[in-house]
């Protein structure tokens, strides 16, 4: 689950990692409220979207307005957010689409003597969380590990033990940072990696993490992704959850208790078991086609479920074909060809539906099949399945 800057900023504040004093707008007025609050001479509005690369992140119907912006006065700041409230924002992250501001994020000014990067996520190869700093912030961390990614220093910490003062030091030797910036650092550092641990997080990002003219460490910005197996946890985290940022197909399959992505292909893919779904996505590609979606219905899919997601899958116009590709363990072939026939009811099912059924009780669901008199193109193996349905595809 990802939050905005400034929820993330909120739970920084709470954990006693240094951030600037803001405010959240979400009217013209409101920002010019907000500026005057902080009563500084100069304050930035960002605007608020799961996404990075706001910065050089453009306005689509208005190209010269960035999605973060200095400002010197209450007048300057509602116009800044009059510009970007309402409008879609297209940033690197985003895709052409872009993605719609629904509120900024008034943040005072800061004296910034040094940019760094500051991440955390969890390095799945050594099972423990790894603290990464960089001199490069400011930057998309991803081009400077492609570029230089000898910049990208890090250190691995035991989530019961937390991050220790010698591997802090560490990291300052390799970055230059010494005095008062080191020791703002020792604080400013272990307090982060507890936080990451202490809300199950998935990734704690801040880029860029300024030192001040100072010494002092300071957050610029928040980014933060929870472990969504982990939120039954936090209670109050679930209700950080922004919908509106979702993709609602995707928030639709939540609610349904389905896994489920939207994908750019064309070939709708229907499966049980995670890694069934990538193994047929992966195959569906090997020969020619892309897939619209992973959605993988698990392995106690009911009736119900199967349809409905019939019914988001081919709530996508791009899709041309559907794949179900079901090994019968739990969920029967039974199961799956009765809710192929109460989705053809329902719904129908206009365009190529190729299935290939195996496993428990793959007979009787294949006799089902038949004798419902669905048009349908069968499959005996996966690599038969996906070549049908690829040609189906391009066929449509």
Do not use: W
């Amino acid at each position: 689950m990802k939050i905005h800057e400034y929820q993330g900023k909120q739970l920084f504040r709470e954990a006693g990692v240094p951030v600037l004093d803001s405010r959240v707008a979400r009217t013209a007025n409101e920002a010019a409220d907000a500026f005057k609050a902080l009563n500084v001479p100069v304050a930035v509005v960002k605007a608020q979207i799961h996404a990075g690369g706001r910065g050089k992140g453009t306005i689509i119907d208005n190209p010269s307005q960035r999605g973060v912006q200095l400002v010197k006065s209450a007048d300057e700041a509602a116009e800044v957010a009059k510009n970007l409230l309402g409008k879609r924002l297209v940033t690197v992250q985003t895709g052409p689409e872009g993605a719609e501001v629904n509120q900024v994020f008034v943040e005072a000014g800061c004296d910034i003597a040094r940019e760094l990067y500051l991440g955390i996520v969890l390095d799945r190869g050594a099972a423990l969380p790894v603290l990464m700093v960089s001199s490069e912030g400011g930057v998309e961390i991803e081009s400077v590990a492609a570029e230089t990614p000898e910049k990208i220093f890090r250190e691995h910490f035991h989530p019961a033990m937390g991050l220790q003062s010698f591997q802090v030091r560490k990291l300052c030797k390799k970055l230059g940072i010494s005095g008062t910036a080191s020791r703002a650092a020792d604080v400013f550092m272990k307090r982060l990696c507890q936080l990451y641990v202490d809300l199950d997080c998935s990734m704690a990002e801040i880029n860029p993490l300024v030192i001040t003219g100072s010494g002092e460490m300071v957050a610029l910005d928040a980014k933060i992704t929870f472990d969504d197996n982990a939120l039954f946890r936090h209670p109050a985290l679930k209700e950080l959850r922004d919908l509106t940022e979702e993709e609602p197909a995707e928030v639709r399959a939540g609610n349904a208790g389905l896994s489920y992505v939207k994908l750019e292909g064309t070939i709708g893919c229907l499966v049980n078991g995670a890694g069934l779904a990538m193994s047929t996505m992966d195959i569906i590609k090997y020969h020619g086609g892309e897939p619209a979606n992973f959605l993988d219905v698990g392995g106690g899919a009911t009736t119900e479920q199967v349809v409905e997601a019939f019914n988001i899958i081919l709530s996508d116009p791009n899709v041309k074909a559907v794949l179900v590709n079901i090994f019968g363990g739990i969920a029967r072939c039974t199961t799956i060809a009765t809710a192929i026939i109460e989705a053809s009811k329902q719904i129908g099912i206009s365009i190529p539906l190729v299935v290939r059924l195996e496993g428990t009780e793959v007979e009787e669901g294949k006799k089902m099949l038949a004798e419902s008199g669905l048009a349908m193109i069968t499959a005996d193996d996966l690599t038969d399945a996906a070549k049908k349905v690829v040609q189906a595809a391009q066929n449509a």
